[in-house]
């Protein structure tokens, strides 16, 4: 995996304990406590270089995974790979107790995961 560095020891974590809709904010970082699939949501506004990162309990496979959703307009890119278009998608993270950056590269529209596991389904 692609490792990004650690986040700023300024960034507070937020905690995530429940599986409702999460719009997550740019420059946060994101830790899942909720013992089955959480729901983040990208931001829709961002600026290149903004970032979030997000974390889960290292626990079975079933537990502290993560979906995240984005809207028309916006994509998501994974290993170079297109996996949002102009409608909304969502990707869930197939394996616990892993970090995840994800980054705006182009403003507004554009974000990419660039350290995370391999384990993703995409919609």
């Given at each position: 995996?692609?490792?990004?560095?650690?986040?700023?020891?300024?960034?507070?974590?937020?905690?995530?304990?429940?599986?409702a809709?999460?719009?997550?904010?740019?420059?946060?970082?994101?830790?899942?406590?909720?013992?089955?699939?959480?729901?983040?949501?990208?931001p829709?506004?961002?600026?290149?270089?903004?970032?979030?990162?997000?974390?889960?309990?290292?626990?079975?496979?079933?537990?502290?995974?993560?979906?995240?959703?984005?809207?028309?307009?916006?994509?998501?890119?994974?290993?170079?790979?297109?996996?949002?278009?102009?409608?909304?998608?969502s990707?869930?993270?197939?394996?616990?107790?892993?970090?995840?950056?994800?980054?705006?590269?182009?403003?507004?529209?554009?974000?990419?995961?660039?350290?995370?596991?391999?384990?993703?389904?995409?919609?």
């Amino acid at each position: 995996p692609i490792w990004g560095a650690a986040p700023a020891a300024t960034r507070a974590w937020n905690i995530v304990s429940t599986n409702a809709s999460t719009p997550m904010t740019t420059n946060q970082n994101y830790y899942i406590t909720y013992a089955t699939t959480a729901n983040l949501v990208l931001p829709t506004t961002c600026a290149v270089g903004d970032t979030i990162y997000i974390g889960a309990v290292p626990t079975s496979v079933t537990g502290s995974l993560w979906t995240c959703t984005w809207t028309t307009g916006q994509n998501l890119y994974f290993n170079y790979l297109k996996i949002g278009t102009v409608t909304t998608g969502s990707c869930t993270l197939l394996v616990a107790g892993v970090t995840t950056l994800i980054i705006c590269t182009v403003a507004n529209t554009q974000w990419a995961i660039v350290g995370s596991a391999n384990e993703w389904s995409f919609t």
